[in-house]
């Protein structure tokens, strides 16, 4: 993250360089929309977790990091769209629920509300067939 934040200072100390000496009025008034888009398309490509809230919807969970204590790292994908990363807060219940949705079969499935509350659901966890029983050699050597 910090080099994340000295690329986007550096490149924002270039455009304030380049409106000082420009003298110009205009360069002046769109220099802090500049500077947001340059956060903006520094931030975008590097792969990290967005700090927003995914839009509401029902998402496939692709994949799930669990941190206690600390955040929900979510992989969602909606429909044909690319999957794109979240950062969620963390809660014990939510992580509980995300948990014993990962541990069955099928996909995960993630329906965000318009309130931007997240639940997660999956097939109940695999519970095993009946116990084997063990085989019966047919030739049994004295």
Request: proline share 11%.
């Amino acid at each position: 993250m910090t080099i994340l934040a000295s690329t986007w200072l550096a490149l924002a100390v270039l455009l304030c360089a380049a409106a000082w000496f420009a003298k110009r009025r205009v360069i002046g008034i769109s220099l802090p929309v500049a500077v947001t888009i340059a956060a903006l398309a520094v931030y975008i490509p590097t792969g990290s977790a967005r700090f927003t809230k995914p839009p509401p919807g029902d998402y496939a969970v692709v994949g799930a990091d669990i941190q206690v204590n600390v955040a929900i790292y979510v992989l969602l994908k909606e429909g044909s769209n690319p999957p794109v990363f979240y950062k969620l807060p963390y809660s014990n219940s939510q992580a509980d629920k995300l948990q014993q949705a990962m541990d069955g079969e099928g996909g995960v499935k993630a329906t965000v509300g318009d309130e931007g509350g997240v639940s997660f659901d999956g097939p109940p966890p695999v519970t095993g067939a009946e116990p084997k029983t063990p085989e019966v050699p047919a030739l049994t050597i004295p």
